[in-house]
């Protein structure tokens, strides 16, 4: 009583919209009946700005820069709204670091892990001696799912992508931020995958995988720090 209080109204209806989209709301008001039991239509009837183009089938480029330049436009998000945020930083670092998607300040921002979780990142690589520009940083998605969610069909055929781009990279250790670049590398959720270096083998040779958590996680639960600066530890330990 008598404080001022202030409370931030676009920030709560852009959390609780978000919080529907990620629910699988697709549209804000539809007047028209809706049977929500009804099947899906197949991906052929869907509008082509919205199929999700399968890749097994196509011969990706056999070089790392042919293939960055291939995923700017190619891949089963190229109709997703948005831009494609490629690759940051340089290859040649041997650390190659993996997140999901980009977040929602990405796009305007136009780069990976911008906003409160990009300075977190930040933080993240200060504290073992790296910067954006000493690291390869990548996502499994170069756009955000416009509901903020993958189907999974799209997240195998990502998981496709990204192993195909880590042979390219060779890089000699990859960190996996989240569930979904945890389980497409080690075919693991964090919870399971973290606290030991896992050897996955591709066409480059071998690479060391750490997973660990995602910097959005980390500022919602604070708690876990502990534990992604044992991963941080285990990642950059004997790296040299």
Request: charged share 25%; with cysteine; hydrophobic share 45%.
């Amino acid at each position: 009583m008598g404080a001022d209080q202030h409370n931030d109204w676009r920030a709560s209806v852009a959390s609780a919209l978000e919080w529907w989209r990620d629910a699988g709301v697709d549209c804000e008001i539809d007047d028209g009946p809706r049977d929500w039991l009804a099947r899906m239509p197949s991906p052929d009837k869907l509008p082509a700005a919205v199929r999700e183009a399968p890749v097994e089938a196509i011969k990706l480029p056999e070089t790392l820069a042919e293939f960055a330049a291939w995923r700017a436009v190619s891949g089963p998000e190229a109709g997703w709204p948005g831009q494609a945020l490629a690759t940051q930083g340089d290859a040649a670092s041997g650390l190659m670091i993996v997140a999901d998607m980009p977040d929602r300040e990405d796009d305007a921002a136009g780069a990976l892990l911008s906003g409160s979780a990009g300075r977190l990142f930040d933080a993240m690589l200060a504290a073992i001696g790296r910067d954006r520009q000493s690291i390869y940083l990548t996502a499994l998605s170069v756009k955000r799912p416009p509901a903020g969610r993958a189907s999974d069909e799209t997240v195998e055929q990502l998981a496709t992508l990204i192993r195909h781009h880590l042979s390219l990279a060779a890089p000699k250790r990859v960190l996996a931020l989240g569930n979904a670049a945890s389980r497409a590398l080690t075919g693991m959720d964090v919870a399971d995958a973290r606290g030991s270096l896992r050897v996955i083998k591709h066409d480059g040779g071998t690479s060391e995988v750490v997973a660990s958590f995602h910097p959005r996680f980390l500022l919602e639960r604070p708690a876990a720090k502990a534990d992604a600066w044992r991963d941080l530890k285990m990642l950059i330990g004997g790296f040299e």
